[in-house]
């Protein structure tokens, strides 16, 4: 990362709530195109939730602790603050003198962008003001929240706005919180009704609508110029497995998560 940091743009987008086994199984069968084409192999790496929640798990990844690969360790990190004793921080790893990964790339001459998603991003209150107030510039709007129908196509025209306002030589830290796979997401599955709720069908059509127009968004990022991206998701949710329901619980459907990186290709 230490050849990264600096020289790319950064885009890091959680996809909120998406379960491992819908990601993998949408990706073998080739239902989300635009996401598969940019994953290594085509396949999404298992990964370990750094959270069972939204909010505790976007803490850890903006202190540098992203989902952890599903093996035993220890595993070299991308970022880390500095501090002794680490066992994951290595020579490739990007360490910086601030509390989180947001303030340590400000320091280093990125702008700093996110476009919220889920409560935990609409600034209505103080808790929901701690994310986005890690970010030089914030963003959210109703029709990016788990209500709206056309979510992810609102936060994606933001990205674009936000990239065309920038300078070309000014690196960027772009941040996404997709909200459309969390509940609710009835909506966007034909046929589905809001009596009948959400379903794990219903989970994997809202992340085949996210892929219809991911495209855009990874467009947008590697205009610019190179770009390294992350995506993943922040934790699991749970619709019924063993009588559970929803998240903030200690379940495999909850913990295990699907995470990629790589150079965004607008090309591929």
Same mark, same amino acid.
Request: with cysteine; charged share 15%.
């Given at each position: 990362? +230490? ?55 976007? =803490? ?30 290595? +020579? ?29 991003? +609409? ?17 959210? @709007?109703? @029709? ?10 609102? =936060? ?20 996404? +919180?997709?909200?459309?796979?969390? =509940? ?85």
């Amino acid at each position: 990362m +230490n050849e990264i940091v600096g020289s790319h743009d950064l885009l890091m987008v959680t996809l909120d709530t998406l379960r491992l086994d819908v990601a993998q199984e949408l990706a073998a069968a080739g239902r989300i195109p635009n996401l598969a084409r940019q994953l290594p192999g085509g396949a999404w790496e298992r990964r370990h939730a750094p959270g069972s929640f939204t909010y505790a798990s976007h =803490q850890a990844m903006f202190a540098g602790f992203l989902p952890t690969p599903a093996a035993p360790g220890p595993h070299p990190r991308l970022f880390a603050a500095r501090f002794a004793g680490s066992e994951t921080t290595a +020579n490739g790893t990007f360490v910086y003198d601030t509390p989180d990964l947001v303030s340590g790339l400000a320091a280093v001459g990125y702008r700093t962008v996110c476009i919220g998603g889920v409560g935990f991003f +609409n600034k209505r209150g103080p808790l929901g003001s701690v994310l986005p107030g890690m970010f030089q510039e914030s963003h959210w @709007e109703p @029709e990016f929240g788990v209500a709206s129908p056309t979510s992810f196509e609102a =936060q994606v025209a933001c990205a674009e706005k936000v990239v065309a306002g920038l300078a070309p030589e000014q690196r960027l830290f772009l941040f996404v +919180n997709v909200s459309a796979l969390h =509940q609710p997401n009835w909506f966007h599955l034909d046929g589905a009704t809001r009596e009948a709720g959400d379903t794990r069908a219903t989970h994997a059509a809202a992340l085949e609508y996210v892929d219809r127009h991911m495209g855009r968004l990874l467009a947008a990022a590697a205009g610019r110029g190179p770009c390294f991206a992350i995506v993943c998701s922040d934790h699991g949710t749970a619709y019924g497995e063993d009588g559970y329901s929803g998240h903030r619980i200690g379940h495999e459907a909850v913990w295990t998560v699907p995470y990629a990186h790589f150079f965004v290709d607008e090309a591929r």
